[in-house]
């Protein structure tokens, strides 16, 4: 996966939760304990953490940092913040070499970091639509991929990919202990 995928569901994020910003974001976020404005200000927390794990190239633990989202920022401010965050980690992919690697439990490479990001950006807007009553699924094609990259165990052949990503991760149904696997072996 690549920056390419990082701006293609950042721009997926944007055209469906956009439409959307004076809807009552202050409802849980489907299964989540999260409301759904705070799981938005958790995708773009995780977008920033990942782009300044690969530029920073922190090579043992996750860099001391964090985003703070202001309460007196609107839904569609923080939906800009989450894109903005989205287009960070895309431009942390591009300028990373070929070997350049940072940690996400353990060493991984660029293409890690992006099947992170997009992993998030999927999986949360999903739960985000659910909250809003929005009937939203991830493209098949980068569900496929992110399952491929971050869950190489899932099988994938003869099911939906975007089903299989959303039971993976315990959205249809319980899915048990999961931990992405964007580390290389």
Not at 126 to 155: F, K, N, T
Request: a negative charge.
């Amino acid at each position: 996966m690549n920056a390419d995928d990082v701006e293609r569901a950042a721009g997926l994020m944007r055209d469906v939760l956009g439409p959307l910003d004076r809807a009552d974001w202050s409802v849980p976020a489907g299964t989540l304990q999260w409301t759904c404005r705070e799981t938005l200000a958790h995708i773009a927390h995780d977008l920033l953490a990942y782009a300044a794990q690969l530029a920073g190239r922190s090579a043992d633990a996750y860099l001391p940092l964090d985003l703070t989202v202001r309460d007196s920022g609107t839904v569609a401010e923080v939906l800009t913040i989450a894109t903005a965050c989205g287009r960070l980690l895309a431009l942390a992919l591009r300028a990373a070499g070929p070997g350049e690697r940072a940690w996400h439990f353990g060493p991984s490479d660029a293409g890690g970091f992006a099947a992170l990001g997009v992993a998030e950006i999927l999986v949360h807007t999903y739960d985000i639509g659910q909250g809003l009553r929005v009937s939203w699924r991830p493209p098949a094609d980068l569900s496929a991929a992110v399952l491929a990259r971050l869950m190489p165990d899932a099988p994938v052949e003869g099911h939906d990919p975007a089903d299989l990503l959303l039971r993976r991760t315990g959205r249809l149904g319980d899915a048990g202990p999961w931990r992405w696997t964007a580390a290389l072996k």
